[in-house]
């Protein structure tokens, strides 16, 4: 089963664009990243799935169904948005109850559960809370009901590092449930951490859809290498993959695309003294994706 579904896609603003003929796939028991940068149309793919907003033109199917009009849709999905700006004169608690009462049956240890496990005191007005404990309303109410499906646009924005291991671990345990998940994110880290696999969206289009391994792979990764003694040109140019090659001392550096193993076999010849390799940034992957769709 493919618990979301969207087929050319497209979403105008006036004349302005939101997103452009998106078709994406998300499997049942999948965490999906949903990953670009700012303006690039994550938020406007995310109402759209959930019938916030109408397409300018092509389809959507959450949990095989057509999504618009389709209120019963609404329970089985956990939607988090980006800014929990409504209810704003409402308690923490007078919200989860609220929402509660709209998706049916609650089960209140579950819910004592999330409170507990992201630290949430909701007695007090929205409108007072700083934005992680706004953030943590947003998930609690997200995750309460027990969904289907979880769609969470930056759901780690505003929450300290403990607590963003805490919503890793439940996402964990909702997968192993049975959950699917699809969250959006300009967080690397994050997306490496949670999901099985990764769209990325650029400008309004889907440029890349991939497993993390192969994303991770398939970018560019900064290394230094130092030897011994010092280093000279010699044959590094002839090494597959490398570019960018700087040498200062004993020193080298590269810019590596693809595979480490030729570089680390070629240093292997020498004595290596120390080895450093810089995990890609989102940036750098957004870029080698550009580079590798505009070279095709
Ligand atoms: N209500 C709106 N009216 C006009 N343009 C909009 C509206 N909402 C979004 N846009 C435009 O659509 C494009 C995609 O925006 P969107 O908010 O979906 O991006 P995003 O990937 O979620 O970005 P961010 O990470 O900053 O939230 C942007 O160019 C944005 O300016």
Redesign the pocket.
């Known amino acids: 089963m493919r618990v979301i579904r969207t087929e050319k896609l497209s979403k105008y603003?006036?004349q302005?664009?939101?997103v452009v003929e998106l078709d994406l796939e998300v499997k049942a028991g999948e965490v999906f990243g949903f990953l670009?940068p700012?303006?690039?149309?994550?938020?406007?793919?995310i109402r759209m799935l959930l019938d916030l907003i109408r397409p300018s033109s092509g389809q959507v199917w959450v949990l095989e169904q057509a999504v618009w009009g389709n209120v019963g849709l609404r329970r089985r999905l956990g939607y988090l948005p980006?800014e929990l700006s409504f209810y704003e004169g409402l308690t923490g608690w007078e919200l989860l109850r609220y929402l509660g009462r709209l998706r049916g049956s609650l089960d209140p240890a579950y819910l004592q559960q999330l409170l507990e496990r992201f630290d949430l005191d909701p007695s007090h007005k929205l409108r007072t809370l700083s934005k992680g404990s706004r953030q943590k309303v947003g998930l609690v109410q997200a995750f309460m009901h027990r969904p289907e499906l979880l769609i969470l646009d930056?759901p780690t924005a505003g929450l300290d590092p403990l607590l963003q291991v805490e919503f890793q671990k439940l996402v964990r345990e909702v997968q192993e449930q049975g959950a699917s998940v699809f969250l959006?994110s300009?967080m690397m880290g994050e997306v490496q951490a949670l999901c099985d696999r990764v769209g990325i969206?650029r400008e309004?289009r889907l440029v890349a859809v991939s497993t993390i391994g192969e994303l991770t792979e398939r970018s560019l990764r900064r290394v230094r290498i130092r030897f011994d003694e010092a280093v000279t040109p010699g044959d590094w140019a002839q090494v597959p993959g490398l570019k960018d090659l700087r040498f200062d001392g004993d020193w080298l550096e590269a810019t590596v695309q693809g595979s480490l193993d030729p570089l680390i076999k070629a240093a292997a010849q020498h004595r290596v003294r120390d080895f450093i390799s810089q995990e890609p940034s989102l940036e750098e992957i957004f870029l080698t994706d550009y580079d590798t769709r505009s070279a095709a």
């Open positions: 603003y006036g302005r664009r939101g670009g700012n303006g690039a149309g994550k938020t406007t793919t980006g930056e959006s300009h969206i309004g």
